[in-house]
């Protein structure tokens, strides 16, 4: 039996997997990634949409203008009929939805990982785990049968739904299914839809198409009526019936090139963190496929959890478990949330009585005629209005989103692509850090406002977010 040690093991290649190890290897943090697949054997691709701030967070890597040359970019997000959410209005350089499929974002994820120097073991399965006071220690079997065991300083699963890591720490997956026997598709149309984003549902049934902008569209359904198992066969008629019920028409639709039938759950671990392990993406939290937020929510904690493994395996941290700490403390609330937003668009989606669909129509028409509340909405399911609490000691803006603004060094995400934080100060100025601040000189990026009648200094975090602010 051979033993390998690495700083940090990460269970699972998917999205939220690969952006994690690709950030750490490139902060000079030895990562081990092992993915039970075979190499090349891709996910079933559900997720479909990359919302705005995904885009930003992929900015700050350098890989999101790549990767909106693959897909279709919506400018507006048109629900039952009567709520439009006009992404234009978000402040962000990215105010669109991208519709790509989600091998898109692994393949570019998984170039960054190799060039930054990730270790991957494809077709390699975790069996047990467990952990002491210095490290965490696996038992794994490799392609060829042969026993493995790594020792490593943190492990993060992103492991997905069905989780091995979670599992084998013991944690609970509350939570509850919400819809069952949803259909997928990628197909052909011989019409083309007249919104470039479809959703709508009619007594028993409900629809959504999207194009991914090469001529195939992702068409999702479900009929009340019609509650098979996830095993049952499913066909093309049966989403051209389903699309038909809701939408009144099935645009045609021809040659799938993949079918699927799946549930949806709704469920949360209770925390993200046990020792020196750690939870991502749907390992951590799922929810029904509504907004597109899942793929997001994952990259989204691989961005918050990466800066803070590498501060504190560099030493940079004063407080490195109050710093680890805070992934929970942060995380958890929005996975939270994205549960609550996505079930309520599922929910309005199910209603087949008069008065649920009459109290749906009041509902997204109050909305789509108060711009805040719209506003808001659009904010909350692209992630662009998320803020996190104040960095201990430290006012507003700490915890708030960092727009993309222009310095004389270049735009702030370019900056954020050396993966350090930022400190953007007055022309001749130089600002001490904050003693809270998780980063060392030897790891920070200067840059000065354009404008010299700003006298303000802000300390922003790797993940886009402000740590500290002076005036």
């Given at each position: 039996?051979s ?15 690969l952006?994690?190890a690709?950030?750490?290897a490139a902060g000079?943090?030895?990562?081990t990634?092992v993915e039970?697949r075979p190499h090349?054997?891709g ?8 919302h705005?701030?995904?885009?930003e967070?992929?900015d700050?890597r350098g890989l ?7 897909g279709?970019?919506l400018?507006?997000?048109?629900l039952?009929?009567?709520l439009a959410?006009?992404l ?7 105010n669109?939805l ?5 091998y898109?974002v692994?393949?570019?994820l ?8 990730v ?8 069996h047990a785990?467990?952990?002491?006071g210095?490290a965490?220690?696996?038992e794994?079997?490799e ?5 493995l065991?790594?020792?490593?300083r ?8 069905h989780?091995?890591?979670?599992t ?5 997956f509350?939570?509850r ?7 997928l ?7 083309e839809?007249?919104?470039a ?5 009619s ?7 999207a ?11 479900w009929n ?6 996830d095993?049952?066969?499913?066909d093309?008629?049966e989403?051209r019936?389903?699309?038909?019920q809701?939408?009144g028409?099935?645009y045609?639709?021809?040659?799938a090139?993949?079918?699927?039938r799946f549930?949806?759950d709704e ?8 020792g020196r ?10 929810h029904?496929?509504?907004g ?12 918050n959890?990466s800066w ?8 940079e941290?004063?407080d490195p ?7 929970q ?8 949330m994205v549960?609550r937003?996505?079930?309520a668009?599922v929910?309005?989606a ?7 669909r009459?109290?749906?129509?009041l509902?997204t028409?109050l ?12 904010g ?9 609490a ?8 700490s915890?708030?989103?960092a727009p ?8 702030l995400?370019?900056l954020l ?17 904050p003693?809270s601040?998780?980063v060392t ?7 000065t ?5 700003k ?5 922003v ?5 402000v740590?500290?602010a002076?005036r």
């Amino acid at each position: 039996m051979s033993t390998t040690d690495t700083d940090v093991l990460v269970i699972g290649a998917g999205p939220t997997g690969l952006l994690l190890a690709g950030d750490l290897a490139a902060g000079g943090i030895d990562v081990t990634l092992v993915e039970r697949r075979p190499h090349g054997l891709g996910n079933m691709t559900r997720a479909f949409g990359v919302h705005a701030r995904t885009l930003e967070q992929l900015d700050a890597r350098g890989l999101a203008d790549e990767l909106v040359t693959t897909g279709t970019t919506l400018t507006k997000a048109t629900l039952f009929d009567h709520l439009a959410l006009d992404l234009t209005r978000l402040p962000s350089r990215f105010n669109q939805l991208l519709v790509t499929p989600q091998y898109e974002v692994e393949r570019l994820l998984e170039r960054r990982a190799i060039d930054a120097g990730v270790t991957f073991r494809y077709d390699t399965e975790l069996h047990a785990l467990r952990q002491d006071g210095d490290a965490v220690t696996t038992e794994l079997t490799e392609p060829d049968g042969t026993p493995l065991t790594l020792r490593a300083r943190y492990l993060v699963g992103a492991d997905g739904v069905h989780s091995f890591v979670r599992t084998a720490l013991g944690l609970p997956f509350p939570g509850r299914s919400v819809i069952r026997s949803i259909v997928l598709a990628d197909v052909r149309l011989a019409r083309e839809p007249a919104k470039a984003l479809t959703v709508s549902g009619s007594g028993d049934s409900f629809a959504f198409i999207a194009p991914f902008g090469d001529g195939w569209y992702r068409v999702m359904g479900w009929n009340r009526t019609h509650q098979a198992s996830d095993g049952d066969p499913v066909d093309l008629d049966e989403v051209r019936e389903i699309t038909r019920q809701a939408l009144g028409t099935d645009y045609g639709m021809h040659d799938a090139r993949w079918i699927s039938r799946f549930h949806s759950d709704e469920r949360q671990a209770p925390t993200y963190r046990v020792g020196r392990v750690f939870l991502a993406g749907d390992a951590a939290h799922v929810h029904s496929p509504a907004g597109g937020q899942g793929m997001n929510t994952g990259l989204q904690d691989a961005a918050n959890l990466s800066w803070k493994l590498t501060a504190a395996l560099r030493g940079e941290a004063p407080d490195p478990e109050a710093l680890l700490d805070s992934y929970q403390s942060e995380r958890h609330p929005v996975g939270a949330m994205v549960l609550r937003s996505s079930g309520a668009i599922v929910r309005l989606a199910m209603a087949h009585t008069r008065l649920t669909r009459a109290a749906r129509s009041l509902v997204t028409r109050l909305v789509d005629a108060v711009p805040p509340a719209s506003g808001r909405a659009a904010g909350m399911i692209s992630g662009i209005g998320i803020s996190y609490a104040p960095a201990p000691g430290a006012d507003r803006p700490s915890g708030r989103r960092a727009p993309d603004v222009h310095l004389r060094e270049g735009r702030l995400y370019e900056l954020l692509r050396r993966g350090e934080f930022v400190l953007v100060a007055p022309q001749g100025a130089a600002p001490a850090l904050p003693p809270s601040a998780p980063v060392t000189p030897k790891h920070l990026v200067r840059a000065t406002w354009t404008d010299p009648a700003k006298r303000a200094s802000l300390l922003v975090r790797p993940d886009g977010y402000v740590h500290w602010a002076s005036r």
